[in-house]
């Protein structure tokens, strides 16, 4: 059955996420006037990242240099890919440690993308919805950070996409494969590059 184009899965996640904006408000998590705005911003046409759960709030800063953030990913367990340890030493780090950034993982069809968007056309819509990109240092310290990463799961760093030794452009990909192995990925930076309706993304919220 649709409704106006729209399927009884599409409604029912719809439904989900109003219930679970309810929910944070009831909570006091989310203001309820910060909400009544975001919900009016939506109706007039945009999103809003109060629509969004945040996913993983983490800190930056924590390592004084590449070479120690390095180790830490290497004492931990990770790997790292060629290109990620290639574009590593291109990044600047936070000179001392941060308030925690509040991340946000959102898919192409979270964004209206149902059929997938280029990198560009995907940040250009989370800007749109209250969404920033983030600095190159959350690929390595989410890597550190997000700890219970379920199997066959990869996230996108949505980043400033950084030059490698070949002259590509590489982001961050954070994942761990089916076999448990936790990874610390990059490429695929080019904002042409087409990324499919489920994909998913890390970016900042602005909120």
């Not at 719809?14 to 929910?23: P, S, T, Y």
């Not at 920033?132 to 990463?149: F, H, K, N, S, W």
């Not at 590509?168 to 695929?188: N, T």
Request: charged letters at 20%; a neutral charge.
């Amino acid at each position: 059955m649709t409704r106006r184009g729209v399927t009884d899965e599409q409604y029912g996640r719809l439904q989900r996420r109003l219930d679970e904006v309810a929910r944070r408000v009831d909570e006091g998590t989310i203001p309820f006037d910060n909400t009544m705005r975001g919900l009016q911003v939506f109706l007039e046409g945009k999103f809003n990242s109060l629509l969004f759960p945040i996913f993983l709030s983490i800190q930056l800063g924590t390592h004084s240099s590449i070479n120690s953030l390095r180790a830490s990913l290497s004492n931990c367990g990770h790997s790292i890919g060629d290109w990620a340890n290639n574009i590593l030493d291109k990044i600047t780090l936070a000179s001392t440690p941060t308030t925690f950034l509040n991340l946000i993982v959102v898919s192409n069809a979270d964004l209206g993308f149902s059929k997938g968007a280029t990198f560009a056309e995907t940040c250009a819509k989370a800007k749109e919805s209250g969404l920033d990109l983030c600095p190159a240092e959350v690929g390595p310290q989410l890597r550190l950070q997000y700890t219970d990463q379920p199997r066959g799961e990869w996230l996108v760093i949505a980043m400033e996409p950084i030059a490698d030794s070949d002259g590509g452009l590489d982001g961050f990909r954070v994942g761990r494969s089916v076999g448990g192995r936790s990874w610390l990925y990059a490429g695929c930076g080019s904002p042409s590059y087409f990324w499919f309706a489920d994909d998913r993304f890390v970016f900042v919220s602005r909120r």
